[in-house]
């Protein structure tokens, strides 16, 4: 068994990738169309993907019922900062570091709404 990939509407799919591409510097991997849907994939070092659907239509999608998506990066204080700075993205936690875990982490809101959460793995 395995997560492949977890998918979700999108009305600009310009400004998701200039975010999760160009801001969290996640790989875009794929595209096809089905049915009069795109289906744009990203993806990171891992074989996990988020697919963005979008089909041109104002369908104005609402997160309903995504907490949020995870992405591991390398310095959440600087990506926190330039996601404010350049994608228009609200801190909605964070930055804080969590010392049993080891990890400092930070949540922030992509184009349409959905809150993605910043995972940085500290050296020991």
């Given at each position: 068994?395995?997560?492949?990939?977890?998918?979700?509407?999108?009305?600009d799919?310009?400004?998701?990738?200039?975010?999760?591409?160009?801001?969290?510097?996640?790989?875009?991997?794929?595209?096809?169309?089905?049915?009069?849907?795109?289906?744009?994939?990203?993806?990171?070092?891992?074989?996990?993907?988020?697919?963005?659907?979008?089909?041109?239509?104002?369908?104005?999608?609402?997160?309903?019922?995504?907490?949020?998506?995870?992405?591991?990066?390398?310095?959440?204080?600087?990506?926190?900062?330039?996601?404010?700075?350049?994608?228009?993205?609200?801190?909605?936690?964070?930055?804080?570091?969590?010392?049993?875990?080891?990890?400092?982490?930070?949540?922030v809101?992509?184009?349409?709404?959905?809150?993605?959460?910043?995972?940085?793995?500290?050296?020991?």
């Amino acid at each position: 068994m395995d997560v492949l990939h977890a998918a979700i509407w999108v009305d600009d799919i310009e400004s998701q990738l200039d975010f999760y591409c160009d801001g969290l510097g996640l790989e875009r991997t794929r595209e096809f169309a089905l049915d009069g849907v795109t289906n744009t994939y990203v993806a990171g070092e891992g074989d996990a993907e988020i697919q963005f659907k979008h089909d041109g239509t104002e369908r104005n999608p609402e997160p309903a019922g995504i907490d949020h998506l995870a992405v591991g990066i390398d310095d959440v204080d600087g990506t926190v900062d330039d996601l404010v700075e350049n994608y228009g993205s609200d801190v909605v936690e964070g930055p804080r570091t969590v010392e049993d875990k080891n990890i400092r982490l930070a949540f922030v809101t992509a184009p349409e709404g959905y809150v993605v959460e910043l995972i940085e793995t500290l050296e020991e």
